[in-house]
Nanobody, 119 residues
Framework: QVHLIESGGGLVQPGGSLRLSCTAS????????VGWFRHEREFVATISTR????VYGDSVRGRFTISRDNAKNIVYLQMDSLAPDDTAVYYC????????????????WGQGTQVTVSS
């Protein structure tokens, strides 16, 4: 089974930026579409295996950017213009198929990383 690990969370001021990372315990993350979710499984973003497709949730579109480096076995979530409402535990999830905004489509999940936006 694929084990995912998120990192990069922390405390940031409103308007600030943070970059989250998601990596896998095996060197095959490039075979999976990866999504980011927060709160009670609110969709944030997803990216296809070769990054041909990127989809964002309405609340983060224009502020967050998802990318991946399959050679490094990492998926990133660059978060800019952060606001207090972005405070949440962020989870990365993976599925051996195309992108999806439905958390129920993802069989593999990380433990999450805390992001707190506050002054």
């Amino acid at each position: 089974q694929v084990h995912l690990i998120e990192s990069g969370g922390g405390l940031v001021q409103p308007g600030g930026s943070l970059r989250l990372s998601c990596t896998a315990s095996t060197p095959t993350l490039g075979d999976y579409a990866v999504g980011w979710f927060r709160h009670e499984r609110e969709f944030v973003a997803t990216i296809s295996t070769r990054a041909w497709s990127k989809v964002y949730g309405d609340s983060v579109r224009g502020r967050f950017t998802i990318s991946r480096d399959n050679a490094k076995n990492i998926v990133y979530l660059q978060m800019d213009s952060l606001a207090p409402d972005d405070t949440a535990v962020y989870y990365c999830a993976a599925r051996p198929a195309g992108t999806s905004a439905d958390p129920n489509d993802y069989p593999y999940w990380g433990q999450g990383t805390q992001v707190t936006v506050s002054s």
